[in-house]
């Protein structure tokens, strides 16, 4: 028999000889390019469609782009939010808002203005103002932060607060001579147990001396770290500065500066002459 396909002779009993040429034979004859007849489905036109396409979504072309249209309409109208006012409910154009203008304009209308009842004045500029508390000093934060200046410097200058400077770890200490006592790192620590067994009389120094700073031009206080008896003074310093030199210079009473090596040789000095005789380099008499 021949191959309908190849037209090539063959033992099988069907009409091709391989699979391959089904394959070819079904491809070659099925035509996709083939129409039928049909009528539109809105405008009931005649068209012709594809063979293979269903009867059932035939339309023609300008039918076609109305039906999309209408389609990509409702997707957007299904996927868009709609944003209502809390108390009229109207429509509005946003969801950045809650109200509608109107009812902003009635809700600002409806407040009623705060009255402070408390009559103050300013402790610094002493200007009269009105407030709800009555423990208030200052109309406004600068004058608070002022306000705020001023009450420290009279506390430090009565002795009420420790002026603690430096970037040491402050340290707690139970001194049976002084009591409870901060000291502004390990050095401090070892010079207050140094006074402790050599029976000194000591104390944290809580009055600032004034002197006048070059760099600023101005004046300025120093506060000293320990007190001794006999209006002696003693400061413990590891870096020194200009600014250190100025407050040591214009210091009117005697001041002893103990630095890293003085107080690694504190074991070694058994009284206070000694102390204040290191060398005389770090000792600065009062004029």
Known sequence: MKCENCQINHDGFGRF??????????????????????KCKCCQKDILINKRASLANSYCESCKKESNKHIHRNNRLKNKKIYVCSICSTTLKSGVNDKCESCKL????????????????????????????????TCSKECMKKYQSQVRKQAISNGLIINFGGRCQKIWYDSPVVGRICCDGNWELKFVKWCEEHSIKFNRNKIGFKYFRHDKGSE??????????????VEIKGYETDLDRDKWNQFPFKLIVLKKKDIRNLKNINSLDDLFDIDNRNAYLGS
């Open 106 to 137: 009635e809700a600002k209308q409806s407040k009623v203005k705060v009255v402070f009842p408390y009559n103050l004045t300013c402790k610094v500029c002493g200007i009269e103002f009105h407030n709800r508390h009555k423990k208030v000093n």
């Open 220 to 233: 300025s206080n120093y506060f000293p770290d320990y007190c001794l008896n006999d209006n002696i003074y």
């Open 17 to 38: 000889c391989s699979i391959k040429c089904v394959r070819s034979f079904a491809s070659k004859n099925d035509n996709k390019n083939e129409q039928k007849e049909a």
